[in-house]
C-alpha cells in the first residue's frame, strides 16, 4: 500500500466522510429500550466478539429466540452450550472483558447491536438455570454489562439478500465440513466426520 493513501489520523478520516447521519446517532443507548429488548428476545442467534491476549475473535451462538436472558436493562446472559472446548472467545474475555454483541432475527433486516463487558460465571444455581429442553446445561455463563446499545438498519442485509430465497446457494455446491478439515490436516478422516455429521444433525463439534 502507498503511505500517500493510507489514512492514519482520526481527523483525516473524518473529513473523507463527513459528520455521522444524525439518526445514526439518536439511536445509541446506554442500557435497553424496551423495544430493544423485543428484538433481542425474538433473535435466535449472535455473534460475539472479544479481544485477548491470544488476539481477537467472532464467535457464532444460537439457540431457541430468547436464549440469550435479559436480567434487566443493563444486563445480559449468554449461556456456552457445548462445543470444541477451543473457549477462544471465554479465554479472551478473561482476560479482557470488552465484548461486543451482533443480534440477528431470521426474515429481519436490521440488526441489534450490544457493547459492554463481560464475566464469566460458573455458579452452580445460575448455570443450571440454562437447562435445555434435554436436561443439559452449560458449563458456564457469559454475564455481560450493557455500555452501549443500538438497533443498525438494513442495508447490509439488503444489500448481500441474506434472507431472499432465491439467493440461497445448494449447500452441495461448496465443500462439506469434512472436506475442509481433511484439507487443513491429511491425516484427519473428512468422510467418516462428515457422516457421523449428518447422523447427529450437523450438532458434533470440530473434533
Not at 449468554?78 to 477451543?86: A, E
Not at 465484548?99 to 447491536?113: C, D, I, N
Not at 458456564?140 to 447490509?156: G, N
Request: contains cysteine; charged residues 25%; aromatic residues 6%.
Amino acid at each position: 500500500m502507498n503511505d500517500q493513501t493510507k489514512i492514519s489520523e482520526a481527523d483525516a478520516l473524518r473529513d473523507l466522510y463527513g459528520e455521522p447521519v444524525p439518526a445514526s446517532l439518536v439511536k445509541e443507548m446506554t442500557f435497553l429500550t424496551e423495544l430493544y429488548a423485543a428484538f433481542i428476545k425474538a433473535s435466535p442467534f449472535v455473534v460475539l466478539s472479544t479481544s485477548g491476549d491470544e488476539g481477537l475473535d467472532a464467535s457464532p451462538r444460537g439457540g431457541p429466540p430468547g436464549f440469550v436472558r435479559i436480567v434487566d436493562k443493563k444486563t445480559l446472559m449468554l449461556p456456552d452450550r457445548s462445543g470444541n472446548n477451543r473457549v477462544d472467545s471465554l479465554s479472551n474475555v478473561v482476560s479482557d472483558p470488552r465484548v461486543a454483541l451482533l443480534f440477528l432475527v431470521p426474515g429481519v433486516g436490521e440488526t441489534m447491536r450490544v457493547n459492554g463487558r463481560a464475566k464469566v460465571s460458573v455458579d452452580p444455581d445460575l448455570v443450571a438455570s440454562f437447562a435445555d429442553v434435554n436436561g443439559k446445561i452449560p458449563r458456564s455463563v457469559l454475564i455481560i454489562e450493557i455500555d452501549r446499545a443500538y438497533v443498525h438498519c438494513s442495508q447490509s442485509l439488503s444489500r448481500s439478500k441474506l434472507w431472499d430465497p432465491a439467493a440461497q446457494i445448494d449447500r452441495k455446491a461448496l465443500p462439506t465440513i469434512g472436506q475442509m478439515l481433511q484439507a487443513c490436516r491429511a491425516e484427519f478422516d473428512g468422510a467418516a466426520y462428515d457422516k457421523r455429521n449428518e447422523e447427529e444433525g450437523g450438532l458434533i463439534p470440530e473434533d
